[in-house]
């Protein structure tokens, strides 16, 4: 609502960041709280659940926002969609119950309760959550430097107005982010109760598949075409969070999870977010100069190689989770 109202960049920017800050705070806890509901083998569905809620608010204030900025002002747009923060408050207070930490697993000790340096310790001295994060940190890189950059796209390069993606744009968010987190959950449950690696392989899979949809994507010559391959691209893209997710709860113990996840979070960030539009947007610069109708075009191009590295990074994690499976099976 702060950013409606905002007088100067500074002003802007500021609000905008504790958006952020009060989004960071709340997902962590959540997370942590859905593990305590849901039992080992259907975690990976609830966690997937809790994740679509993102893309659908999403959708919806894309939809409202741009209709609203449309019909009056971006100031307004802000003002409403914010507004609606406040009623998420009062059902969080008074709808989500306190469950009981760690009352749904199996074999945990009670111990000390650990604090931050021990956490932090454990989860760097971790292979396979090192190695989720930092995948999980290329995978954000691509959908981030995309999603932050796909309406400027759509309506610089592709002759989309901004009555049209209130419309079309919304529902390829909905439908291609929505569903793929969705879909996620139920495919993550299924194979990780065989093949610990699943967690791995399954968003590896999914971005293999992506990559062609992306470049068909940033290919496409009209935007209902671009939409077309945008949608299959978005499902595709988001299988890793609710594997990252999963995993990073499964493998902690339950007073440690509120911590790992946010520690998960931390590095997918500062590594997506962070990195991701800041790249599309200097590259987008760089290349205005010399190619000024297509240089967004070829940014987004620039993003094809980190699936490569996002694949790889997920095979690796993959073996270690193999081998951690092994060993504790007594088979090494």
């Known amino acids: 609502m702060c950013c409606g109202g905002a007088g100067s960049y500074l002003q802007f920017a500021l609000g905008y960041m504790t958006v ?29 659940l809790y994740n679509v ?24 747009a802000f003002v409403f969609l914010g507004g609606v923060g406040l009623i998420a408050v009062i059902g969080v207070l008074f709808l989500v119950p306190e469950p009981r930490r760690g009352g749904l697993d199996r074999n945990v000790l009670t111990t000390s309760k650990p ?27 691509i959908t981030y430097g995309l999603t932050n950059f796909a309406v400027l796209f759509l309506m610089r390069e ?17 439908i291609g982010m929505g569903g793929g987190i969705f879909v996620s959950g139920p495919v993550i449950d299924r194979f990780t109760r065989r093949w610990k690696q699943a967690y791995a392989l399954v968003p590896a899979a999914s971005l293999s598949l992506a990559l062609p949809l992306f470049l068909a994507f940033v290919w496409a010559p009209a935007w209902r075409l671009a939409l077309l391959f945008l949608t299959g691209t978005m ?7 609710t594997s990252a997710v999963t ?60 699936y490569v590295v996002a694949v790889l990074l997920f095979l690796a994690l993959a073996r270690v989770l193999k081998n951690e499976s092994l060993t504790v099976g007594g088979t090494t």
């Open 20 to 48: 952020g800050f009060g989004e960071a705070g709340g997902v962590p806890p959540s997370y942590s709280i859905i593990s305590d509901y849901f039992p080992p083998g259907r975690r990976g569905r609830a966690l997937g």
């Open 53 to 76: 809620g993102p893309p659908i608010g999403a959708a919806l204030g894309i939809a409202f926002g741009a209709s609203i900025a449309a019909a009056f002002s971006w100031r307004y």
């Open 115 to 141: 604090g931050f340096r021990q956490t932090l310790a454990m989860f760097v001295s971790r292979p396979s959550l090192m190695l989720v994060a930092l995948a999980s940190g290329a995978n954000q890189f």
């Open 158 to 174: 592709k002759q989309m107005n901004l009555n049209e993606v209130a419309v079309y744009y919304a529902l390829v968010v909905a």
């Open 235 to 241: 499902f595709l893209n988001y299988f890793y969070l």
């Open 247 to 306: 995993l990073v709860q499964e493998e902690v113990r339950p007073d440690q999870r509120v911590m790992s996840g946010a520690l998960l979070l931390l590095i997918m960030n500062l590594i997506g977010l962070g990195l991701g539009p800041t790249f599309v947007g200097a590259a987008s610069d760089y290349f205005h100069a010399s190619h000024p109708h297509q240089s967004l075009q070829i940014a987004l191009y620039m993003l094809a190689p980190l």
